[in-house]
């Protein structure tokens, strides 16, 4: 059963940094690109960020660029979402989601996300 | 910034046929996908590459395009089919979008 399960989240003040990871588990990690999205209490979804199977291609919201990173531990089957200068705008529900392709295109498979909290 | 947009609700009785559209200028180009959620659950892919239903998706559930809009259809929509669906697809630069979404009210 292909299984995304997301860590880490939790509350934490503004321009503080918080490190998210997602175990992933029944597929071959390395073959998928990943991306992390979110989702601000009582709103919509937001594309936060992709990374290719390689790493080789990387992408990210113009809300988060240059704050947050992006990596993966393909011996490890794990994401990883470095997020630096945290603001209360970040707060959110952050999900982990497969790609269909080695490529950036979309999602077929997500993990349940964790909750981060940015507040004094 | 490229932006998709979709209608903030749609309506239908049980049984009647439900359309969500979304559009978007680089859908001629792009693919667009559907995503459905409900309430306190993580979203869940019902159509993808503009028309193809992933295994266990019923069969109500279809997707069309036509230049810069796409469609999700609900054939006989079911009170279990109320949730919010969000299209997606990427710009230009491959970065990711997603509509606002739309709530599906089926009464």
């Known amino acids: 059963e292909v299984q995304l399960v997301e860590s880490g989240g939790g509350l934490v003040q503004p321009g503080r940094s918080l490190r998210l990871s997602c175990a992933a588990s029944?597929?071959?990690?390395?073959?998928?690109?990943m991306h992390w999205v979110r989702q601000a209490p009582g709103k919509g979804l937001e594309w936060v960020s992709g990374?290719?199977?390689?790493?080789?291609?990387?992408g990210y919201a113009d809300s988060v660029k240059g704050r947050f990173t992006i990596s993966r531990d393909n011996a490890k089957n794990s994401l990883y979402l470095q997020m630096n200068s945290l603001r209360a705008e970040d707060t959110a529900l952050y999900y982990c989601?497969?790609?269909?392709?080695?490529?950036?295109?979309?999602?077929?498979?997500w993990g349940q996300g964790t909750m981060v909290t940015v507040s004094s | 910034s490229y932006e998709l947009t979709q209608p903030p609700s749609v309506s239908v009785s049980p049984g009647q046929t439900a359309r969500i559209t979304c559009s978007g200028d680089a859908l001629p180009k792009k693919y667009p996908y559907w995503y459905q959620q409900k309430s306190g659950q993580a979203p869940v892919l019902v159509i993808y590459?503009?028309?193809k239903r992933p295994s266990g998706i019923p069969e109500r559930f279809s997707g069309s395009s036509s230049g810069t809009m796409a469609t999700l259809t609900i054939s006989g929509a079911q009170v279990e089919d109320e949730a919010d669906y969000y299209c997606y697809s990427t710009d230009s630069s491959g970065k990711g979008v997603f509509g606002g979404g739309t709530k599906l009210t089926v009464l």
């Open positions: 990374i290719s199977w390689n790493s080789g291609s990387i």
């Open positions: 989601a497969k790609d269909f392709w080695s490529g950036l295109s979309a999602f077929d498979i």
């Open positions: 029944g597929f071959t990690f390395d073959d998928y690109a």
């Open positions: 590459e503009d028309s």
